[in-house]
């Protein structure tokens, strides 16, 4: 992936509904998470809360490395599939 950052789009946000997080719009009055964003797991939620304070991509990278205990590689790997979820889900705003 050749992207030099992702800023989430104002008003969605991740929330807690029957025990599992989704990604919601805030606007969408039926509550109903997102098409093609199923729940997300702890690792989209950890990266999700640091995407909203405003980490860089390279910063998300170093904090999956020391909390995951994986290497950058695969701290990548797991970066550019959460990624993928949100620019598929039209949630975030890509610079390339």
């Given amino acids: 992936m050749n992207i030099k950052n992702v ?5 969605y946000i991740l929330k807690e509904l ?3 997080f989704c990604i919601f719009d805030e606007k969408d009055s039926q509550s109903g998470s997102l098409d093609g964003l199923p729940s997300v797991n702890e ?3 950890f990266l999700w809360n ?19 205990g994986i290497d950058e590689e695969e701290a990548w790997l797991e970066l550019e599939e959460f990624l993928a979820k949100l620019i598929n ?7 390339r």
């Avoid at 889900?89 to 610079?95: K, Q, S």
């Fill in 18 to 20: 029957g025990g599992e």
């Fill in 50 to 68: 640091n995407l909203e304070r405003g980490a860089a991509l390279s910063d998300l990278v170093k904090l999956l490395e020391v909390k995951n």
């Fill in 7 to 11: 800023k989430l789009k104002p008003g």
């Fill in 89 to 95: 889900g039209n949630v975030v705003e890509v610079e």
């Fill in 43 to 45: 690792t989209c939620i």
